[in-house]
């Protein structure tokens, strides 16, 4: 569950702008007065698309690349890849004397 500020505000000495998204809700003070007053919105992937046309229209800033999580682009694997086996890890035995 992320956060993202729909009204700017500071706290602690930090200025959080409309569109920033909040990702360690402790670092500020009252975090649940602010979302309570409707400074901080809660997104999830649900409303995510909702929340960010919401932040565009009304300031003109686009979040959605920073939801965005990369892709992995492998192709397919290679020959050598599917000859190899799995390999089998030796585990260290660990004794403990008592004396």
């Not at 809700?25 to 602010?34: E, G, L, N, V, W």
């Not at 932040?55 to 990369?70: G, M, T, Y």
């Not at 892709?71 to 000859?83: A, C, G, R, S, W």
Request: glycine share 4%.
């Amino acid at each position: 569950m992320m956060y993202v500020v729909k009204k700017p505000f500071k706290s602690m000495g930090k200025f959080y702008g409309v569109g920033s998204i909040i990702e360690d809700p402790t670092a500020i003070k009252r975090f649940k007065s602010k979302v309570n007053e409707g400074k901080v919105i809660v997104v999830s992937e649900d409303n995510l698309q909702t929340v960010a046309a919401y932040i565009k229209a009304r300031s003109n800033v686009d979040i959605l690349p920073k939801f965005a999580k990369p892709t992995e682009t492998k192709t397919k694997p290679t020959e050598v890849e599917l000859d190899q086996e799995p390999k089998h890890v030796a585990k260290a035995k660990v004794v403990i004397n008592k004396k």
